[in-house]
């Protein structure tokens, strides 16, 4: 049974910082083909994709978080991190991780979600 475990949300002032990590415990194999990810839910909107990061490092961002968010991974533990710098209002919302694989043994996992909270 694999679960993911996050944290590091809380409440931080606009141009703030927060790191949120998200560990993975269970067997679960990392491939190439593994795509780890960051979403976010505002409250009365959809969720909608941070970043994600492949099992070979390859990266993506939406464009509201581009230059001031960073999705790493720390392979040796399967935890997945999200550096966010510069925290804007906008920015609040439960941050949910996401470890997805569509293919060879597929799987698709759920964190429960941390609450980050900015202030103006």
Known sequence: QVQLVESGGGLVQSGG???LSCAA???I???????MGWYRQAAGKQRELVATITGNEITNYADFVKGRFAISRDIAGNTVYLQMNSLKPEDTAVYYCNFKRELLIPYNYWGQGTQVTVSS
Do not use: A, E, K
Not at 29 to 35: A, E, F, P, Y
């Open 29 to 35: 194999s990392i491939s190439s083909m593994s795509v």
């Open 25 to 27: 415990s269970g067997s």
């Open 17 to 19: 910082s927060l790191r």
